[in-house]
């Protein structure tokens, strides 16, 4: 299959001037391709497809989550939340924290709750909006479009942000400028060297454009490593969690049950040996 058009990424966006090389993993898009450097994986997709799937985003009751979703989803907020308080060895009342990315806001929330002088900055102008309207401190655009002065941040966060652009270290350059030194950056994002990922192949979700819209950089935890580094971040630590081999939707109980029980023995060795689903990247600006 060849990819439709000219791809939208034509160079690594970790920042490395290796080759791309075609992989074996084919999607809708063309066959996603890899840097010969760090293992980055990128989409073949156009910029036209790229705009298409982001388009979702926009849509004033996307990424709408209630009942057990929300609390687990504030549990994990509130761990995060401790940590980055427990890294910058300050109280909450003493962190101004910016969400990047903010989408509903659900951080922003939690972090207000547990004290924090938290705001958020999202992109699209009617999640923006709803967001407002609910009383959050949301700004409409980009990051960038904020102009803050240099040093306003104790602590960014950037959820699920890094895998949808084409070019990130413009993005990491402006969070380093408008952190403090020794300021706090956390990055959350899919391992593409994770053993989902092994496991799935082309089938992981992660890789699916249509359900995860504008989904074009694949990092693992080498390539995130050097993106910080690339963006003059030290690396605090890079963590990974989570083994997931079915989708419940498409398999067979059986199948989803046995793939769940498999999943979670190989919980613990994913998490110590940086093969879980789910990466979470902790940097600091250098203190001097
Ligand atoms: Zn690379």
Redesign the pocket.
Known sequence: MKSPGVSYITA?????T?ALNDTTLQLREGALRR??????LLSSASEARYSETMAQFDDSTFNVITGRAQARRDAVARKRLARIAALLGKSPQDIRLCDVGCSRGQFVAAALAAGFNAEGVEPAPQIAQVTRDAGLPVHTGLLEDRHYEDASFDALTLFEVVEHLRAPLPLLAECRRVLKPGGILMISTGNAASWTAAAMGARWDYFDMARDGGHISFFNPR?MA?LAAGAGFEVECIDTARVKFHDRENTPRWRYTAGKLLAEALNLPARLLGHGHDMLAWLRKPAQ
């Open positions: 690594c966006p970790v920042g490395c290796a840097c010969s450097s760090c293992g980055q390539s050097m």
